[in-house]
């Protein structure tokens, strides 16, 4: 389980992370799988991600790993000069808390700053300075205000995707940011603030959208309702209420597709000639194909796409993922000690670095596990 960070690129950086749910804890995974030491300061009785119920009880365990736990009351005087203390022994400070709320405690980066000129300071919040930067935002609220649910959902009803997918990007741009400074005070010997922020991250993934519009002067449909650009590249029925994936792409791929499933009479229909065609006609098409592929299983006609080079896909649940093949035999799923002292599987850095996967050095921290480690480097004992 414990490896060594030495060669890893960020080894020799500590990180303060006063963070919670996902957006910021994600910011010091990232930091610290690529070999940060990131100290979590938590409130007493620990970060309350931990005993989230439901669709946030693996929130903690994704986004906290490789990070040690120190318990500060920063609402107390004591707390806060300890967290002062604390951040300028460190080269980055990371925190996601509502607006305003570090600069009342005195914890905030012009704060900070005047005697810690090199940190590095780092904001998670819901919306960038503007008009909309004291408005409170959670990942849905920002997926229904940026265009993505809109996109994903059907016509006239907006659908939030299924994951944090803003708060986990969010985190991603902010450690990118922490990345880029580390550099720029290699050459200036300062440190910086540094903002991500949901809106604008949600918005960056619907730029797509948004050139699409500008260039044609046609605002585009939700995703459901699309025009596809390809003939074949949708999810049909199999046999035994299965579903796979198919998408033929090329007029070649459509010809391999057709021997695949041993209808060769399907290349004689002048319609089906090209793709160009094969869209014209495209729910008829979809029709002939659906009621081929109804009788076929996803084990049978898998290997045969694979082995053909069509892409595929089957429907997979997030908890089939735990017995995934490749995720196992890659090395992208690793298991990982909890703070009861069992094991669980986590998923890893999703990048290889030097031919390695950064991994898993530590068990999760419980709380408050490292405050004699951390304290007495500032002459304090645990508290």
Same mark, same amino acid.
């Given at each position: ?261 041993? #209808? @060769?009479? !399907? /290349? ?9 065609? $094969? &869209? +014209?006609? #495209? @729910?008829? !098409? /979809? ?9 076929? $299983? &996803? +084990?049978?006609?898998?290997?045969? /796409? ?78």
């Amino acid at each position: 389980m414990t490896q060594s960070n030495e060669s890893l690129p960020l080894a020799g950086i500590r990180v303060v992370e006063f963070t919670h749910m996902v957006m910021g804890p994600t910011c010091g995974m990232i930091l610290a799988d690529l070999g940060a030491e990131v100290i979590k300061v938590e409130p007493p009785g620990g970060d309350k991600t931990r005993n989230l119920p439901g669709l946030g009880i693996g929130f903690f365990r994704a986004f906290n790993r490789n990070k040690k736990s120190v318990v500060l009351d920063i609402t107390t005087d004591e707390g806060r000069a300890t967290a002062a203390e604390l951040a300028g022994q460190c080269d980055v400070l990371l925190e996601n808390f509502r607006p305003g709320l570090m600069r009342k405690l005195g914890l905030d980066y012009d704060t900070l700053s005047k005697s810690c000129p090199r940190l590095i300071y780092v904001s998670h919040k819901g919306f960038l300075p503007g008009p909309y930067e004291n408005r409170l935002a959670l990942d849905e609220v920002v997926q229904m205000m940026g265009g993505l649910s809109y996109m994903t959902g059907p016509k006239g009803r907006p659908l939030r995707a299924g994951t944090s997918v803003n708060d986990i990007m969010g985190g991603m741009f902010g450690a990118i940011g922490v990345l880029a400074a580390l550099r720029e005070r290699d050459r200036t010997g300062r440190g910086q603030e540094i903002q991500s922020a949901l809106f604008e991250n949600c918005v960056f993934l619907a730029s797509q959208h948004m050139q699409q519009f500008a260039m044609t002067g046609e605002a585009p449909p939700p995703m459901p309702s699309r025009v596809s650009a390809w003939s074949v590249y949708d999810v049909f029925a199999l046999a035994d209420d299965e579903q796979l994936f198919i998408g033929a792409v090329s007029d070649k791929q459509f010809v391999t597709l057709c021997r695949v499933l041993e #209808r @060769p009479d !399907l /290349l004689d229909v002048p319609e089906y000639a090209t793709n160009a065609s $094969r &869209v +014209a006609v #495209r @729910p008829q !098409l /979809l029709e002939q194909l659906g009621n081929i592929l109804r009788h076929y $299983r &996803v +084990a049978e006609l898998a290997p045969k /796409l694979e082995a053909a080079g069509i892409p595929y896909a089957p429907i997979v649940r997030p908890d089939q993922l735990l017995d995934d093949v490749h995720l196992k035999v890659s090395g992208g799923l690793v298991p990982m000690q909890v703070e009861d002292g069992s094991t669980a599987p986590t998923v890893l850095l999703p990048l290889l670095m030097g031919g390695r996967r950064p991994g898993v050095r530590s068990p999760l921290p419980k709380p408050g596990e490292h405050n004699d480690e951390i304290l007495s480097r500032l002459g304090k004992g645990a508290r």
